[in-house]
């Protein structure tokens, strides 16, 4: 059984004065347990509606989700997301943002400190704990992001454009860092992005969406062994990336 | 005014540019100027005021003489104290009810559409018109005077909660949700801190309503406190007598209006300078 089973999930957005707009038609995808999906494709392709309808922050207009087997009605602690931006409360310190979610999965606050220290670590932020976002830079509070989402320890983590809104660099770090993060924890993710590159360094699988109406046009795999994380820059050098990201860039040419 | 000096700074840095790089020199200056104009602006009122008609025109240093006179005889301390325990209290109710009403309009459509025409005609509305009338209801004492206050200063309370809550980022919404937080939570920690400046201006509109509200009715209702202490002495012709409650009002309405940012600015420190 798939950890994570979409079936023929459809997504209408009413527009004032004029026929709906069909966002998501007929998607059908199952996830194994443990399996790192990367979704790319052009705008309007309803990528990130689809992670927003998994995560439960929207409703599909038909068709069903389910997680281990049970239908899946709305948002769940068994899920962890991670925003592109304004995904931290500006007025919480960034272990107070953790200490919400932890707040909302209702973990007594006596136990807060220790996985808010916890987490932090692992995304490399021990000791900024007590910063706010706004003293943070973007890849920073990516991470805080990051952090809060596994500090609920989710079966699936859904990451949406994460290092999206980040430069050039600081994304290169994430990316690797990330690579490492979940080479070690073997979580099922979803992750959303635009860059071909992070798709096939990360993903086990690229799930290639065309828009209007978003739907999945291929499911490219990514045989690159792990771990990949001790390759280094040497991972974007192998034959089966260069291979992959040619193939995922002319397909996407095609949909553009 | 800080932006100002910058400019200022900038424009000079072309000519003089070591003149330019101390902004402590450049503030220093501004306030000299500053008090410069007042000690001028006294100092014409006192000698083009010097011949007139003692009973109708004071001159600073008489109101400086009188205003000494009243805080020695007390007359002053107990009308603020008056005057400001009524104010204080209307304005804290007036407060909670604004806060609480707005909240409850901006979370839910059916309060905001019952209310919200009420609410925007009675702040529109010039409220002195209602004092006669609620007289009729409340009586001329005290009950009357916080009445006042609370009418005055409540709408504006209302209003701009109403706006801040309505305005709550989605993205901010969305955490809560992603995350399962209860409805409380999400009151508390996403959509409070979030209309928090929104309240904290409605409640600086309010504090000068409010002192507005409290002189009015202490001339309208009985006649007390710094109001009353305004009324008793011109209608005595004692001008500069009249004048020093006049002070301590726009002493008060400043000072607490330095306390509201205050305030303010103790909640909002999360924000980008």
Not at chain 1, 216 to 242: F, K, N, Q
Not at chain 2, 55 to 70: C, Q, R
Not at chain 2, 127 to 148: D, S
Not at chain 2, 188 to 216: C, K
Request: net charge neutral; proline share 5%.
């Amino acid at each position: 059984m798939p950890k994570l089973s979409v079936r023929n999930l459809t997504k209408r957005f009413p527009v004032s004065g004029g026929p709906s707009m069909t966002a998501l038609d007929g998607v059908d995808l199952d996830v194994e347990e443990g399996e790192f999906i990367a979704f790319v494709g052009p705008s309007g392709c309803g990528k990130t509606t689809l992670l927003r309808i998994i995560q439960g922050l929207e409703t599909a207009t038909s068709g069903e989700i389910r997680i281990d087997g049970k239908p899946v009605t709305g948002p769940g602690h068994d899920r962890g997301f991670v925003f592109q931006q304004y995904g931290l409360l500006p007025w919480l310190t960034a272990a107070q943002n953790i200490g919400f979610a932890l707040e909302a999965k209702g973990i007594p606050a006596a136990r807060h400190g220790e996985t808010t220290e916890r987490v932090l670590a692992t995304v490399g932020l021990k000791g900024f704990g007590d910063r706010f976002p706004h003293q943070l830079s973007g890849g920073m509070q990516q991470r805080v992001g990051i952090a809060r989402a596994l500090a609920i320890e989710p079966e699936i983590m859904l990451l949406d454009e994460p290092f999206g809104a980040l430069d050039a660099l600081t994304r290169e770090i994430l990316q690797n860092e990330m690579l490492g993060l979940t080479e070690r924890m073997g979580k099922t993710i979803l992750f959303v992005t635009h860059s071909v590159d992070e798709a096939v360094c990360l993903a086990d699988r690229v799930v290639v969406m065309s828009p209007r109406p978003g739907r999945i046009r291929e499911i490219v795999p990514i045989d690159i062994p792990r771990p990949r994380a001790s390759l280094g820059e040497a991972l974007r050098d192998t034959p089966e990336y260069v291979a992959k990201r040619h193939q995922l860039w002319t397909q996407l040419m095609d949909l553009v | 005014m800080q932006r100002s000096a910058q400019a200022s700074a900038v424009s000079k840095s072309a000519g003089e540019p070591e003149a330019a790089s101390d902004p402590n020199r450049q503030r220093r200056r501004e306030r000299l100027l500053q008090i410069g104009t007042l000690v001028l602006l006294l100092a014409v009122w006192e000698f083009a005021a010097r011949d007139a008609n003692k009973l109708l025109v004071a001159v600073p240093s008489d109101i400086a003489v009188a205003t000494w006179e009243l805080l020695l005889n007390g007359e002053l301390l107990s009308a603020t104290l008056d005057s400001m325990s009524t104010f204080v209290l209307g304005f804290v109710i007036a407060s909670i009810i604004g806060i609480v009403v707005g909240f409850a309009m901006g979370t839910n459509r059916t309060v905001e559409v019952i209310l919200d025409p009420y609410i925007n005609a009675l702040y529109a509305m010039p409220l002195v018109a209602l004092i006669p009338i609620l007289m009729l209801w409340v009586g001329i004492g005290f009950l009357a005077k916080i009445t006042i206050i609370i009418l005055f200063a409540v709408f504006p309370v209302i209003i701009n909660t109403v706006t801040g809550v309505k305005n709550v980022d989605r993205h901010y919404l969305d955490i809560g949700k992603a995350f399962m937080a209860s409805r409380f939570m999400v009151y508390r920690q996403i959509i409070a801190p979030y209309a928090l400046p929104y309240v904290a201006s409605g409640l600086r509109i309010a504090l000068g309503r409010g002192i507005i509200a409290m002189i009015v009715a202490e001339f309208l209702t009985s006649i007390s406190g710094l109001g009353g202490l305004i009324i008793n002495y011109t209608n005595a012709f004692e001008t500069a007598k009249a004048f020093a409650p006049v002070l301590v009002v726009a002493l008060l309405a400043n000072a607490l209006t330095v306390l509201v940012q205050k305030v303010e600015e103790r909640f909002g420190r999360w924000r980008r300078r």
